[in-house]
Structures are given as structure tokens and as C-alpha cells.
């Protein structure tokens, strides 16, 4: 491990790392910051969850004339929420620097965007469609970008971003520096984006697996109309601290959250139909621990860092192995552990085994839960309640009631009753899901084989399973 004091950071940013209880720099970190601050343009593979944002950010804004008060860098990221944290992960690190980011994206208004834009951020972090609108408008300029970064860079090389990065990265000035960072990085975007580079150094952070080991894997092969009911009885039995499922379409987010409220839970869906305000008010409530249980498109997928997340279901399987990396890195992050489990109707067992290969990852069969396990699980988080109580709390006060209670009543029914009491009572509210036709491994390896437009079909085309959908449309509103 190295020791950022090593890297001969500036005084300022070692001060903002300190108190973010940074000290040492993480693999991605090490080797890519002396890389950048000699000025090479970098592309950085490393796993979710290992610092990419920092690997950027420091040598980025090592780099800012803090004086001047024009945007000198750039950052480009796929989702507003995206944007919203990296803006803020960068200022935190530039706190003593004197510069300042301002994250722009979509849905957010125009007139007010201008107005904080006048006021001479040095850094912009902005969402592609936004960020062209301003160029347009002249209402950002970027004849003083030195450098550019595109974070979730695979994804922004897709089909559904790459004209506007090109269009992007076009208006600023040639000279500047192009640094690409992403935990995925197939191997034909890869050709891509050193097209867009002048003799890029590639970092990739060698790993096994393209997954978090931390993470540990599973899946529960089960048909389409038990998903849900099997969904309740895992988070009975678990009792996640913040959960994250991942469903295929917008519908089915809304009809999961919908039927996970129904049955009790603290959830809330986010998806890209909803409006602005109401996707960054469900993000801070899961932030805060008022959400549980976040039902979430693609558009959770990437870069979100949210403490806490103990775990990740893919209630649907993605298409594509890279989402289901970025997907299951919600979880494990910064060190931490973090358990994911994907539902994988029969059908669509040689998907999983594709995504198995892909990701070079295993995934440990589980047996779907049944309701007696579910009423036991629940129990027995009462009982691991119970038991703190005993060893942590002062109980004095309520022994004189428990003797009473027990000279009328013998011991094991008094201990039944308080714990019916403290546990959740289950509800078996019906809840219909409306089903999906099953991904198809043929369909998924036909497209592979058809080199990058068929790729990229995959990934944005129309039809049933386009995953991607609600990005598209995202893309011309932001
Ligand atoms: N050197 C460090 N020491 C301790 N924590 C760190 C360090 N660098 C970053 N972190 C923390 O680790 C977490 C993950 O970082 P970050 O979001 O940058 O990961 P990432 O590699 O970009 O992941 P993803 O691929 O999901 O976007 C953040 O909470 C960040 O503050
Ligand atoms: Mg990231």
C-alpha cells in the first residue's frame, strides 16, 4: 500500500484527503495519479468501489489555475445522480484549493444552471445532452479545459452516448488531457476511445475476477411468477440494512415497489420517467436510512456510492455482463463486504453461465427460501434483538414486571409473547407482477458475434428486452 504523502500531492488536497479519512491510496490511485499529473492521457480499469473518482480528481485538480475563474475541467458521467456526487466528491477534495465543481445535468432548470454557471466554477461535471446545450447556447465555454474526463467511460462510448462525447470533446481545445476511468472496458469500446486519445497509458488493476471478491454471489434459479414472493422472503430472512433490487423495465420497478410497500417495507422506486426532484428525493431518503428497500432501472447501476448497501438483487438478470458488474458493485465498496443475488428464471440459466464466464466470477446456487424459513429468519432477527438487549442494556428497571408476569404465566409463553411482539408481522397482501419474456443467451451471443453496431444493439436496440431504453429517452431530456 502506498501512502498518498508518496505521490507528492500539494499541501491543500493532503489536508482535504486527511480529514476524508484518506490515507492510503488504493492500487487505481497509486498508479494512476503520477501518471496523470506528468500530463499522459490515462484509460483506468479498476473494480466498483476502489477510487476511481479520487484517481481522477486529484490530478485533475492539480491542474486548475484556481485563480482563473473559467472552466478548466471537464468531467462527463451518464446519470444526473452520477454527476451530482462526483461534483461533490471533487469538492471535497478541492476544499482548500480554492476551485470549486459544479455538476449541470438535465431536468434541473436552465436559468438557474446559467446563473451558477456565471459565478466561475473551475470544474464542470456535467450529463452529455445538458452539457451540449450549454455549448450550444455559449452558456459553457471550454476553450480553457486542460482536462477531460469521462467516467463510466465504456458506457459513454456506447451507442447511445458516443455521438455526443465526440461532439463533446470536439469543442475543447486539442491539447488538453483525455483521462477515461471505468471498472468495465470491453475490448472494442477499448479501440474506441483511443481514437479519441493521443497515446493513452492503460491501467487496468489486476484482478481474478472483474467482480469485488467481497462480494459474495449467488443465485436462485426460479420461475418468473415466484420472484416476488421469494424477493419477501429473502429480505425477511436477511433483514438488509439498505437493499437495492434491480428490475429489467420501468413498469416492473414501479409494480415491485409498489408491491414491496403493500407488504410492509420502506421502498421507493427510481427510474428514469420520474421527474427530477422526485429521483434525487428517493435517493437521499435511502441515503438516510428512511428507504430500505431502493427498486432501481439501470439508471442505479453506475458509479452511485451509497454506504450501507448490504445488498444487491438482480430481481431480473441484465443483459450484458458489464451491467451486471456495475449492478452488484452497488454493494462491497471501499473495502467493505456486501452479498448479491440474482434471480435466474430457467430459461435463462445459459445467460447466467455467459455472465459467469464474462465476468470470470462464480455464483453459489441458493435454495429459494420458503415461508417457514421466512417466519423462522424473522424470529431469529428478534431473537439477535432480544439478545443485544440482554448483554447491552440496563434491565433493572423492568425486572419487577417480569417477576410478576412470571408467577402468573411460566417462562417459555411470556418469551413467545414478547417475541410475537417485536416481529414484523407478515403480510400476504396478493401482489401481481406483471411478467417479462425471459434474455436469451442465443440472442445475447448472436449480437456479440456481430461486431459493433450489433453490439451496441444489444445494449440500446429496441424491442422487449432493451434494458436501456429509459437511458435513451434520459439522454435527450438531460
Ligand atoms: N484512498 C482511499 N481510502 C479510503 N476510502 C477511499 C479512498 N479512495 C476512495 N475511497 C472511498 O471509496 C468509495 C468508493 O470510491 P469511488 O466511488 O470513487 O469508487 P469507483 O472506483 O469509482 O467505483 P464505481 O466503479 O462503482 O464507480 C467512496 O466512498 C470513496 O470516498
Ligand atoms: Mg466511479
Redesign the pocket.
Known sequence: MTK?SELSISAPIMKA?EQ???????P??TETIPLAKEGYDVIGQ??????????FGIPMIERIDAKLRKVQGLVVAPTRE?AI?VAE?INRIARFMGVRALAVYGGQQMDRQIRALKDGPQIVVATPGRLLDHLRRRTIRVDHVKVAVL??ADEMLNMGFIDDIRDILKAIPEERQTLL???TMPKEIRNIATTLMKEPKEVKIKAKEMTVTNIEQFFIEIPEKFKFDTLNNHLDIHSPDLAIVFARTKKRVDEVTEGLQARGYRSEGIHGDLTQGKRMSVLNKFKQGRVDVLVATDVAA????I?GVTHVYNFDIPQDPESYV?RI??TG???RTGEAISFVTPREMAHLHLIEKTTKSKMKRMTPPTNQDARRGQQQVTIEKLEKAISKKDLSSYKESAQQLLEDHDSVTVIAAAISLLTKERRDTPVRISSVAPISVKKAMNSKGGGQRSKNKRFYGGGRNNRKGNFQKRRKRD
Open positions: 498518498f484527503l476524508m479519512g484518506f490515507e492510503e491510496a488504493t487505481i490511485q479498476a473494480q466498483t468501489g476502489t477510487g476511481k473518482t479520487t484517481a452520477l456526487q466528491e467516467d463510466e476511468f471505468s471498472a453506475r458509479g452511485l456510492d454506504s456495475h458493485g452497488r465498496r471501499a473495502g
